[in-house]
Structures are given as C-alpha cells and as structure tokens.
C-alpha cells in the first residue's frame, strides 16, 4: 500500500465495495473470510451453512451488476 492508500476495515458488502471503489490500499476484517454477514461457515466435513441474510433485493442497476459479476 502507498503511504496515502486507505485502510477500509470490515469485509463485508459495504467494505469491499468501498474497497474496489477506491483501487487501491489494504482491507481489513476480523473474520477468516471475506463476506462478513454473506459469508457461509464450513464445518470441516459437515455440510456448510449461511450465518447471515438469507436474501437481499438488488433494484439498482449498478448493484444489479456488481451482483451478476459476483454470481459469475
């Protein structure tokens, strides 16, 4: 990261977003694993599970593509 790159902490929708938006510096979450509150648990062996939102509604047009870009 260059000195005057930004240090988005929290890796969730909102922080990756905010992440790709600004291009460049460091991202930073507590977690194991990107996607905070969409992130999905594995179990070792056992079937995963979601811990978060079991949906969300994408109406915008830009959001409708950033999540079509994730879903590929």
Do not use: N
Not at 37 to 56: E, I, K, L, N, V
């Amino acid at each position: 990261m260059s000195s005057d790159g930004a240090a988005v902490i929290g890796a969730g929708m909102a922080g990756i977003t905010l992440a790709r938006a600004l291009g460049e510096g460091t991202l930073f979450d507590k977690g194991r694993a990107l996607g905070g509150r969409m992130a999905a648990r594995d179990r070792g062996g056992s079937p995963s599970f979601d811990h978060g939102a079991q949906y969300f509604t994408a109406r915008d047009p830009e959001f409708v593509d950033a999540v079509e870009g994730w879903r590929r």
